[in-house]
């Protein structure tokens, strides 16, 4: 089992920034690929970025790429996603979560196995 922790989140001005953790521990080990994903008020869950164990292979969605930045912390067991020029629709509840999979789990939260409890990010305009 792997546990997720995220971190980070807080009201943040349209235009700022906000940097997020999210710390894993028990079988970290098993992990191939780890991932955000949000949800805003009212809608469903929706992939954000995520990156693979081997040699940092990183995805986002197109809604932040450019604006996103996902990276890892192998030796803190630590992934990271820095978020700029934020804007009222980045506004949700993010969620890191874990996969075992060696091809990883791409965009589909199905693949993904173990999750945080998530950390809410509003956004005022």
């Known amino acids: 089992q792997v546990q997720l922790v995220e971190s980070g989140g807080g009201l943040v001005q349209t235009g700022g920034s906000l940097r997020l953790s999210c710390a894993a521990s028990?079988?970290?080990?098993?992990?191939?690929?780890t991932a955000w994903f949000r949800q805003p008020p009212g809608k469903e869950r929706e992939f954000v970025a995520r990156?693979?164990?081997?040699?940092?292979?990183?995805y986002y969605a197109d809604s932040v790429k450019g604006r996103f930045t996902i990276s890892r912390d192998n030796a803190q067991n630590t992934v990271l996603l820095e978020m700029n020029n934020l804007t009222p629709e980045d506004a949700a509840v993010y969620y890191c979560?874990?996969?075992?999979?060696?091809?990883?789990?791409?965009?589909?939260?199905?693949?993904?196995?173990?999750w945080g409890r998530g950390t809410q990010v509003p956004v005022s305009s």
């Open positions: 990156i693979h164990r081997s040699a940092g292979d990183t």
């Open positions: 028990g079988r970290t080990f098993t992990v191939y690929g």
């Open positions: 979560a874990s996969t075992t999979l060696a091809i990883g789990g791409g965009t589909r939260a199905d693949r993904y196995q173990s």
